[in-house]
């Protein structure tokens, strides 16, 4: 339960009331009858950070309402927890049934913060920024404020704005440091994943991304569209230290250049589209068919093994692949020490270290 008690320019006082009929939960989180002095931007910016984020994953809460959300401790700068993922889905944007869109028809959700679509049984994660503009709702202040609500409030799916677009939006960007809130924590942790993998992923991915539709990766397009301040269609190192900041992304900079030099895997000091693309991908996005497909590069002859000249030849094309860098990912990924890649070994490679791919496997 939620109750507003009293409202300032800049602040907003709420009494999270919450009995937790769950021995688990009450483990983890600490609320009972909390009484809690926040800042409204960052509310505001929580609750759409965790839309965004679960979007990013390919997963839709379903039953957004100011419930859901409580505070993890007492302290008044406590992060905002979101909680009842009973009812959540997963989904993979572009899904289609003989070229047309596939929607959800499940009736979910408190009838208060559910969008029309909902209620027309035909929905995707469009539905969910209406539900998170009901609940912003009770924080307006100003005009800026009620622009944003009604864009988010837009009956029309494919008009309303994605969760990227929200939190760009200048309401949510009045008064706050940037730089100091993450934004966007599920990219930055792929990037770094990226950056730690061997070349022979790095290119895998790479291969998986030149196949990926327009659908699947339009929020990471925008992304990539926001660092590239010249429009030259690639990332310097100077446009990527300037760009995380405003994602509220702080590194230093021989943090930032580590991941410049991770995700250019051609090597010519620049991160192109696709290689962005790359890097910053959801592991959801890798089915069977799109891991084959990348086996497939790899194995020329196909003869249903990788051997080392094959890989040589493959990763040279990207300027990476020296005779150490190639005998060490033989060494790793061959498993069976037959001095070649069979498709069972790619894929445990390529499955390895990444929960996002293997969490989406799971729930199948």
Known sequence: MISLLKAHSTSWEHTWRDNFAKRELRSKLTVIEATIRVSRHELKRQIV???????????????????????????????????????????????????????????????????????RRRYGPEAYIWSAGVILYVLLSGVSAKDLVRKMLRDDPKVRLSAFEVLNHPWMREDDDASDKPLDISVLTRMKQFSAMNKLKNVALKVIAENLSEEEIIGLKEMFKSMDTDNSGTITFEELKAGLPKLGTKLSESEVRQLMEAADVDGNGTIDYIEFITA?????????????????????????????????????????????????????????????????????????????FVSIRRRK
């Open 49 to 119: 950070m965790m839309v965004h984020y679960c979007h990013s994953m390919g997963l839709m809460h379903t039953d957004l309402k100011p419930e859901n959300f409580l505070f993890l401790n007492k302290d008044e700068d406590s992060p905002l927890k979101a909680t009842d993922f009973g009812l959540s889905v997963f989904f993979k944007p572009g899904w289609s049934w003989n070229n047309r869109p596939r929607y959800f028809k499940d009736l979910v959700g408190r009838s208060y913060y559910v969008a029309p679509e909902v209620l």
């Open 280 to 356: 910053t991908m959801h592991m959801n996005k890798m089915e069977r068919e799109d891991l084959y497909t990348a086996f497939q590069y790899f194995d020329e002859d196909n003869s249903g093994f990788t051997t080392m000249e094959e890989l040589e030849q493959a990763l040279r094309k990207y300027n990476v692949g020296d005779e150490k860098t190639i005998k060490d990912i033989i060494t790793e990924v061959d498993t069976d020490r037959d001095g070649r890649i069979n498709y069972d070994e790619f894929v445990a490679m390529m499955r390895k270290g990444n929960t996002e």
